[in-house]
């Protein structure tokens, strides 16, 4: 009747090691419990006696398992005497100060990780800390099942000031670029072959890292490309002082056969010039219509290493393999499908730095979309081989899901804090990234992202505090027990559970109690409430402002101009304009163009998405209007600006390519709304200490009540003051008209 069905850690300190127990009945008191270790053989360790809970929930404390003795690399096992052993979850044990002072040790935390090459050698370094031993495997080939090792080498523990941190090292004689290697790490008596977590190359779909001499990656010019905030030509022009940031994913840029570009779905088509559409040479693709459009920054879906596309089927099918990737594999390895040679380590790396190099030469920032929030799985994934239980965050035994993806990451933690930081600030030096866009951000702890600001801060001689950083400040499910147990909680209510620190919370409890004041004021956020305002509810049936439901949405949209820290009663809590991404549709959304149409009653036609109809036109304009005079970020989709359609589907992740990609010839049809943006765009650019990163729109006055009540007609009237110059914003989405005046003279119309 006391058999135990489950067992976890849930505290280890001076007085022992406490575990929580479940039993197929009530626990009885007085029942006796056994531990086990698995390097200790069969006999018990220690018997405690059990104490008796609720609903089949017991608890008993070893005094034996101390922090002194603990074991981190044993695997503890424990039993009644009528029940076989289970084994003790240990996951909450990577939270006890036992664990912070011997594993996260500031030596520890100062080391390089990854395969390094040092003048004649090659140094390998592993954060290990559960492992009993770890191989270096080194191959020819980066295809897992190409080859046999070249060679297996055991790699030694490096001894600390405090003792062993759970590092492992090798030095091998040789300049060992261009070999392909991974780890057997043994944890729990299980081994496990995996990548290196800290690889910076790797071959085909990313089974094997790959030792890289990166200055021979670099492509002619390369030692002269700056990123956007160091460019004299991008500060003249403007670029680098008003983000105007155009989201598309690589192989959307490409991928139509009106594109005009050879190198369809890869990096290389961002090198091509003078491409127009094929019998239309009038309508320029690609980067020369992205100079022409006006756009800063173009802001890349993911292009890390990421799992879902076969790099190795590329080239055998008619429409290959798509996905957005958001689904990491390796953090700070080039996805090489968009590469021509993904078998290669260094061509991804290559063709990626022709690709940033190319946009800076236009005068075009690049921002990456990053995915440090969950990994793609856990099993048979580099951080949880190298380190199990440590780099994801864990709910009573089982793993936490904010991400909805199945895990979490756990930034709170040194060693994944440290992770984050190191990899953003690799591919900022790296690849002259100029800026980063965080994947549910909400879930990160703001001691990270206040951490990586002030880091990105001092590149450059400070030049780097213009490098872009915003994201979603939303999660989409609550995070697990171990955050708290991390930040010293000591009450479970919304702010209260992180024991009256607001400073140790997550961005998404910032965002949905108390506001993002505590953020840096250079981190941003989309604003979800005003995108909702402007053109209706993202996965549901709402209208907006701009698309018949004017008066219920207008607060939103005003709050939104303002750069959603005015009083207007509505929306999103920022504390300053430098924290607005004001956006109208992304990746994730129903394109503008979709959201207006479906509406009408010929929705269900695909045709009916096509045309350019006149009225669903204005509505576009008006919503554009709205998000191009908003102060911090302005974000577009690309294609947004030429009608650009899915066909009323909005969550298109792994629809087929031939849905995502852009279809340049809509220019034609849609030369009208496109000439609009181009408008707006320049209005803003010319203007930029209006509408610039750090500036706050001033709304100085509006028609109609913007409270919701029945008598208000939407109708905005809005002025923005440059020193002596002022523009005056009036949008009327009831008679669908408009105009926008500089200094009395109205330049853009509606």
């Given at each position: ?685 010319n203007n930029a200490d209006a509408f610039g990163y750090a500036s706050t729109v001033t709304v100085e006055g509006c028609t109609g009540n913007f409270t919701g009540s029945d008598d208000c007609t939407g109708k905005i009237v809005y002025t923005v003051r440059r020193g002596k110059k002022e523009i005056v914003f009036t949008l009327d989405p009831q008679s669908l008209s408009g105009s926008i005046a500089v200094d009395g003279i109205v330049e853009i119309e509606i």
């Open positions: 009747m006391d058999k135990i069905t489950a067992a976890r850690f849930t505290a280890l300190g001076a007085d022992g090691a406490t575990v929580e127990f479940t039993t197929a009945s009530p626990v009885l008191d007085g029942v006796r419990v056994s531990v086990y270790a698995d390097k200790y053989g069969a006999r018990p360790i220690q018997t405690a006696v059990a104490v008796k809970l609720t609903d089949n929930v017991g608890t008993v404390t070893f005094d034996a398992l101390g922090e002194d003795a603990f074991d981190f690399s044993a695997d503890y096992r424990m039993r009644t005497e009528s029940s076989p052993r289970v084994t003790i979850d240990r996951a909450a044990l990577v939270d006890s100060a036992k664990f912070i002072s011997v594993y996260e040790t500031a030596e520890v935390q100062n080391l390089e990780y990854g395969a390094t090459v040092c003048g004649r050698t090659t140094v390998f370094r592993l954060w290990a800390p559960f492992a009993t031993g770890v191989v270096l495997n080194l191959y020819a080939a980066g295809d897992r099942a190409s080859d046999r090792p070249l060679g297996s080498h055991p790699m030694r523990k490096r001894i600390t000031g405090g003792g062993f941190g759970g590092v492992w090292e090798l030095v091998l004689a040789g300049d060992l670029s261009g070999r392909y290697y991974t780890y057997s790490v043994t944890n729990f008596g299980q081994t496990a072959e995996t990548i290196d977590p800290y690889a910076r190359a790797c071959g085909v779909n990313g089974d094997r890292g790959m030792i890289v001499d990166l200055r021979a990656t670099d492509p002619d010019g390369w030692a002269h490309d700056t990123r956007l905030a160091a460019s004299r030509d991008a500060v003249a022009a403007g670029n680098a002082d008003v983000p105007i940031v155009w989201e598309l994913h690589v192989g959307d840029f490409s991928a139509s056969p009106d594109s005009g570009m050879v190198n369809k779905g890869k990096y290389l088509a961002f090198t091509e010039s003078g491409t127009t559409v094929p019998g239309m040479p009038r309508l320029k693709t690609g980067v020369d219509y992205l100079k022409e459009l006006g756009v800063t920054y173009v802001h890349l879906n993911p292009v890390y290493d990421f799992a879902t596309v076969d790099e190795g089927a590329l080239g055998l099918i008619e429409d290959p393999d798509f996905n957005w990737g958001y689904d990491p594999e390796n953090y700070n390895i080039p996805e090489g499908s968009y590469s021509t040679d993904p078998a290669r380590g260094e061509v991804r790396i290559r063709e990626f730095k022709q690709m940033v190099m190319a946009l800076h030469a236009a005068g075009i920032g690049v921002v990456m979309d990053v995915v440090y929030n969950h990994t793609y799985q856990t099993g048979g994934q580099a951080f949880h081989d190298a380190a199990p239980f440590y780099y994801h965050r864990t709910s009573r035994g089982r793993l936490s899901n904010a991400s909805g993806c199945g895990n979490e990451t756990a930034t709170e933690r040194a060693m994944m804090r440290k992770y984050l930081i190191e990899s953003v600030l690799y591919w900022a030096n790296e690849y002259h990234i100029d800026g980063f866009r965080f994947d549910l951000m909400g879930i990160h702890d703001l001691v990270t992202i206040k951490t990586l600001r002030a880091a990105l801060d001092r590149l450059d001689g400070g030049r780097g505090k213009k490098i872009l950083l915003y994201g979603e400040p939303w999660a989409a499910d609550n995070t697990g027990e171990s955050f708290y147990a991390r930040t010293a909680a000591t009450e479970r209510g919304e702010f209260g559970r992180y024991g009256g620190n607001a400073n140790n919370c997550l961005i998404k409890d910032m965002f949905m109690y108390n506001g993002l004041s505590a953020l840096p004021e250079r981190v941003a956020v989309f604003n979800g409430s005003g995108r909702d305002a402007v053109r209706g509810g993202n996965d549901g049936p709402g209208r907006g402002w701009a698309n018949g439901e004017a008066a219920r949405c207008m607060s939103g949209v005003m709050k939104m101009l303002e750069g959603g820290c005015g009083s207007t009663g509505c929306g999103m809590s920022l504390a300053s304009g430098s924290q607005n991404v004001a956006y109208a549709c992304a990746h994730d959304n129903y394109t503008l163009w979709d959201q207006v149409v479906g509406w009408e009653a010929g929705k269900k036609s695909p045709m009916y998405y096509e045309n350019a109809i006149s009225e669903n036109v204005k509505k576009c304009k008006l919503a554009a209007a709205a998000c191009l005079a908003s102060s911090g970020i302005c974000f577009m989709l690309a294609g947004e600006e030429m009608g650009r359609t899915k066909h009323g589907n909005h969550n298109s992740y792994n629809s087929p390519s031939k849905l995502n990609r852009i279809e340049w010839s809509r220019q034609n049809e849609f030369a009208e709304l496109t000439e609009f943006y181009k408008k707006l765009i320049a209005l803003r650019k």
